[in-house]
């Protein structure tokens, strides 16, 4: 399955990094997206992970608190 994806993500021309800084013990985790190419895609790779750390959060039965910048209402 996510050699779909990376497949996809080829074709589209896209690639980057993704920087992921956890402390378990706490239950911190952040991630920080680098070198997105295209440039223009960061906002959409952004949101994308943002979907499906969400997805995953309510699959665990964990209530869901986001806030995006620049965005006027919760997605609770």
Same mark, same amino acid.
């Given at each position: 399955? $996510?050699?779909?994806? !990376?497949? #996809?993500? %080829?074709?589209? @021309? =896209?690639? @980057? /990094? ?7 013990? +706490?239950?911190?985790? %952040? @991630? +920080?997206? %680098?070198? $997105? !190419?295209? *440039? !223009?895609?960061?906002? #959409?790779?952004?949101? @994308?992970?943002? *979907? =499906?750390?969400?997805?995953?959060? %309510? ?6 608190? /986001?806030?995006?910048?620049? *965005? /006027? /209402?919760?997605? *609770?």
């Amino acid at each position: 399955m $996510i050699n779909n994806f !990376q497949d #996809q993500a %080829r074709q589209m @021309g =896209a690639s @980057g /990094e993704i920087l992921i800084d956890a402390d378990p013990a +706490k239950g911190f985790f %952040r @991630g +920080k997206l %680098r070198n $997105i !190419q295209p *440039e !223009q895609a960061t906002p #959409q790779f952004t949101k @994308g992970i943002v *979907e =499906a750390i969400c997805f995953l959060g %309510r699959s665990l039965n964990l209530t869901v608190k /986001e806030h995006m910048a620049g *965005e /006027e /209402e919760s997605h *609770e």
